[in-house]
């Protein structure tokens, strides 16, 4: 992310019904107290988030991990401070850009690289401000950031984060990367914006020069873990595809998958990316709630079949600093829900720099800024505390048809600049993902690249495709997509083949391969004559073309029902129950999250009715009901799907862990981030005689119901909250 503070942050540790035994209460050392709440499922890493400094009251969000940044020598100081206070320790450093002068002007091998830094065709270095370039990476790059990670391997980090791999398409005009063309073609280097093969060409090498750096770093920890017999993980956080994409940026993506010691990305997806206008039905507007869903769902089918793990980022405010809270909460709820709707992912980084989130004032711009309001506060710990508790059994969806996906390849970043850049708005990729989505199927951006991967297509009934601002890799794509249509999927292609990228050099039309579009391939691999506008059978599957461009389609308002009626004719030949809905809602276990639709031509009101807590309301006060009105936003506790007897804690706006439960006390152990209003959702049979914490009275509680509610301000130590009856 954005920033040139370093850090992320983190979710709280608890889980619903989990009640833990005793462990020696006492207040004495701090060894003591922070042992107070140690939960063993905190090895599990659930939960994370990053910070450029120290242990603080501002940045103490109690999660698992705490990812300290950056690798300059005051990182072991910084790290030791987070380990003091109980959290796992994992270590962040940018990979395109950092403060490494050392590098630049020769302190590092004795060679200047200033000319491996981005440059523009005007000769302007592409900054982060001053001289921390974006860099073109040579060879010796990826064994500078090895020298930086070993001091966080010294340091004991348990696994290594490489933050954004990123070259801007605007680049490309470096003496650096003059000489890796050179090397890497064999033939003199093109101005990137001379022609759309020296583009695309441009655009691979970019691809190329970051995988090679994270491989040497990656070797490099993979070798320290053979000779100390350690297990250090290697991590890569990255935004999703469809922002790189859309923000004319060029990154590995998918390929990070193939590389030999990668276990996995942080899907840094947040407010500031899923509010980059686009276009549906003809308008062109924010949509947060609705591009944050398809770039989790991207990041999700990264990892998809691979058995490597992703981390979803929320971040509570965002980079631009001039926006209101009100604006920062709710399309915080937006992408938070967002985030959950992807039942496959239970592992998040909660907020980025929690330090700027609960210390910062706004809008900066503003005479007026202010701090963080209480009740915002409180409703952030209450979820990052639930984010510990996703991974659940009993997952269902009650929304549009599912089975649908939106195939999408890396190379949607080659084809972003001059001279004959695709749509300026991604409305390639929009045009099809946001119809179906807008009549609330749960629809899956599937990764192109991963088609190969065993059983990655299953669950998958009906894809849709286009060649239009994106290329297939490799002609081993086309033999999976064909063999998936034989054995029953439908495949609908919206091309008009008008791309002027089909001409490249490229696999299709090299060697003993003449096509004039990579489409062309793909219908002879299906072994099939397909016409325009027809559909046709291909073993058990069909397959359609639809010759538009979805970029045109959608810039237009009859565009989206277009999409719409190709779809309604895939579900029928996939055996699919076709359903529209203006809603989505998904159960995980007993946690509902639920988001209604803006755009979405059905008007009826969905109710759901039962006993619920909503999480985004800081007083975590029961509904009997909840309207899924557009725009509407819900992350619930079912209180009817929890145990109907027993002591435990159904949400806290801290981190809250039961140490000990008897007839006569339940004892807690509470820590939260410093002068923030705290609150505790005990269910109980029992109403308390008195309730104290660190032996001080707690006056402001309630109990009804056979639920008890307590307040209390919090502070970024353990405390004992005491329940007696």
């Keep these: 992310m954005r920033q040139m503070i370093p850090g992320k942050s983190a979710s709280l540790v608890y889980s619903i019904c989990t009640l833990l035994p005793l462990v020696g209460i006492g207040i004495g050392t701090s060894a003591q107290t922070t042992n107070l709440l140690h939960n063993p499922n905190q090895i599990l890493e659930r939960t994370c988030f990053q910070s450029g400094q120290g242990f603080s009251g501002k940045g103490d969000l109690g999660s698992d991990v705490a990812i300290v940044y950056g690798i300059d020598p005051g990182l072991p100081e910084r790290i030791a401070t987070w380990r003091q206070h109980g959290y796992r320790i994992h270590v962040m450093t940018g990979v395109s850009w950092g403060h490494y002068q050392d590098f630049l002007y020769a302190k590092f091998d004795g060679t200047n690289h200033v000319d491996e830094a981005q440059t523009d065709k005007n000769g302007n270095k592409i900054s982060h401000g001053g001289d921390v370039y974006y860099m073109c990476p040579g060879e010796n790059y990826g064994h500078f950031l090895s020298v930086g990670v070993q001091r966080a391997l010294d340091a004991g980090a348990e696994a290594i984060h490489l933050e954004e791999p990123e070259f801007w398409v605007n680049g490309g005009y470096s003496e650096g990367f003059k000489r890796e063309w050179k090397k890497y073609y064999n033939e003199d280097w093109q101005a990137p914006d001379s022609s759309v093969d020296a583009q695309w060409r441009a655009s691979k090498l970019k691809y190329f020069l970051y995988r090679r750096a994270l491989q040497q770093v990656f070797n490099h920890v993979q070798a320290y873990n053979k000779k100390n017999s350690r297990q250090v993980r290697c991590y890569v956080p990255t935004h999703s595809l469809v922002n790189y994409a859309q923000w004319k940026i060029v990154s590995p993506e998918s390929s990070l998958a193939q590389l030999d010691g990668c276990d996995g990305y942080i899907a840094q997806v947040w407010t500031g990316t899923s509010r980059t206008p686009n276009f549906y039905k003809g308008r062109l507007k924010e949509r947060t709630f609705e591009t944050a869903f398809l770039e989790y769902g991207a990041m999700q089918n990264l990892v998809r079949s691979t058995g490597r793990r992703v981390w979803y980022l929320n971040d509570p405010i965002e980079d631009n600093a001039n926006h209101t809270w009100t604006d920062y909460k709710q399309n915080w709820e ?387 909250l005491e329940i007696n009856f």
């Design 334 to 720: 937006s992408t938070l829900v967002a985030s959950l709707l992807q039942p496959e992912v239970s592992h998040y980084e909660v907020a980025p720099w929690p330090e700027r989130v609960f210390g910062g004032r706004y809008p900066r711009s503003s005479p007026e800024r202010k701090g963080i309001p209480p009740d915002y506060a409180t409703e952030l710990q209450t979820v990052m505390n639930a984010l510990n508790d996703m991974k659940q059994e009993g997952v269902s969806w009650d929304a549009g048809s599912e089975g649908f996906g939106v195939l999408i390849s890396d190379s949607l970043m080659f084809e972003r600049g001059a001279p004959n850049g695709s749509d300026e708005h991604l409305s390639h990729f929009f045009g099809i993902a946001l119809p179906l989505f807008m009549h609330g199927l749960p629809i899956a951006p599937v990764q192109l690249e991963n088609v190969t991967i065993p059983k990655y297509l299953d669950g998958l009934k009906i894809l849709f495709l286009s060649y239009q601002g994106m290329k297939p890799l490799s002609p081993a794509v086309h033999d999976a997509l064909a063999k998936w249509v034989n054995a029953g999927g439908v495949l609908v292609v919206v091309d008009d083949d008008s791309d002027p990228y089909n001409k490249v050099r490229e696999w299709w039309n090299e060697g003993t391969f003449q096509y004039a579009t990579p489409r062309e391939h793909l219908f002879e691999t299906l072994e099939g004559k397909i016409e325009r506008n027809k559909w046709h059978s291909a073993g058990k599957g069909s397959i359609f073309w639809m010759a538009e461009n979805p970029a045109t389609l959608a810039k237009r308002a009859d565009g989206a029902e277009q999409i719409i009626e190709k779809a309604k004719v895939a579900a029928g030949l996939a055996h699919v129950d076709w359903r529209e809905k203006n809603y989505l809602l998904l159960r995980r276990g007993p946690y509902l999250v639920a988001a209604g639709l803006d755009e979405s031509a059905i008007k009826d009101t969905r109710r759901v009715e039962g006993r619920f807590i909503n999480l985004f309301d800081p007083e975590l006060l029961v509904r009997k009901e909840v309207e899924l009105k557009p725009s509407s936003r819900f992350f619930l506790v079912d209180l009817e799907r929890l145990p109907k007897s027993g002591d435990y804690i159904v949400a806290s706006g801290c981190k809250s862990l039961v140490r000990e439960q008897s007839a006569e006390r339940i004892t807690i152990a509470t820590e939260g981030v410093e002068q923030t209003p705290g609150i505790a959702l005990l269910r109980t049979d029992r109403k308390p005689k008195s309730i104290t914490i660190d032996g001080e009275a707690v006056r402001d509680w309630k109990y009804e119901d056979h639920l008890l509610w307590v307040k209390f301000q919090n502070e970024a130590r353990p405390r004992i």
